[in-house]
């Protein structure tokens, strides 16, 4: 499939059945990542750098922030993106909107289109002269000054928590248990949060499926109720496997028996009664 006419895949292409565990295998792969989960590149960086791969010089690299943990931050690498995709004439909506929320499934999907984008450029094949972690220094000086500057918030705070103790603040023994049962339950929420996810990935790789069946069963109907069609036998059989009302039980011995009793289905004996007999035999 050729570069341009991704943009506009639909949600039944392949591309959206490609799993969770086989992208974040790819792009850990292709640049030297190690994320765990797809809402890890809810920032846009992961999708800065992935067509910085396939199209060399295009993407400014110094613009791009690996650290951006804001909705603000975030957006400004997704401008970045949009950028990008303007110049290359990409013709793809980006759901900011939903991205930046973390979501797996929104994230997921963008990430599924991604590579197929990728492996239509480049036919699957890693570019072995790209340095993704030299690529990524590229915005190392602007992300330093910002850590710096966390760095002496962090001092300040300090500070600040060392003096309220003088004047009679909670000890640090009560401090660090608080502490302690705030870590505990963050990891309840972070572990209840990645069951939460998997669900809705399964359920949304279901419903995908169920619409896919069901478009094939409805294609099937349309051509039964062919009016050259609808009378065979054949056709009835179909036809009551379809709209069978008991879930549990299977119609095809019924279907079978309906195309059984035809005369003719399995013979030459309907041709031999439809031919008309010579007089003069």
């Given at each position: 499939m050729a570069a341009a006419a991704v943009a506009n895949i639909g949600l039944m292409d392949s591309a959206y059945f490609v799993g969770r565990g086989e992208i974040l295998t790819w792009i850990n792969a292709t640049l030297q990542l190690s994320l765990a989960k797809v809402e890890e590149a809810a920032s846009g960086a992961v999708q800065c750098?992935?067509?910085d791969m396939v199209h060399p010089g295009v993407v400014p690299m110094h613009k791009v922030n690996f650290d951006a943990k804001t909705e603000?931050?975030?957006i400004q690498n997704y401008k970045v993106l949009q950028d990008v995709f303007n110049k290359l004439r990409i013709n793809k909506n980006i759901e900011?909107?939903?991205l930046v929320k973390g979501r797996p499934l929104d994230n997921l999907e963008f990430l599924q289109w991604l590579k197929r984008y990728c492996d239509a450029v480049n036919g699957g094949i890693m570019n072995e002269n790209y340095n993704p972690a030299e690529r990524r220094s590229k915005g190392g000086k602007e992300r330093n000054h910002k850590a710096s500057n966390k760095s002496s918030k962090s001092l300040q705070a300090n500070r600040l928590s060392s003096a309220n103790s003088a004047d009679g603040a909670p000890t640090t023994e009560k401090v660090c248990i608080s502490t302690v049962m705030e870590d505990h339950y963050m990891e309840q929420i972070q572990q209840l949060s990645e069951k939460i996810a998997d669900l809705k990935v399964s359920v949304d790789s279901t419903e995908k499926e169920r619409?896919?069946?069901?478009s094939k069963l409805r294609d099937i109907e349309i051509l039964c109720q062919r009016p050259e069609l609808e009378h065979l036998p054949m056709t009835k059989g179909i036809r009551k496997i379809l709209y069978a009302a008991d879930a549990k039980d299977s119609s095809l011995s019924e279907a079978n028996?309906?195309?059984t009793r035809s005369p003719g289905m399995f013979s030459d004996e309907a041709e031999c009664q439809?031919?008309?007999k010579s007089p003069y035999t």
């Open positions: 750098q992935l067509l603000y931050d975030m900011v909107n939903r619409d896919f069946y069901f028996e309906i195309i439809a031919t008309p």
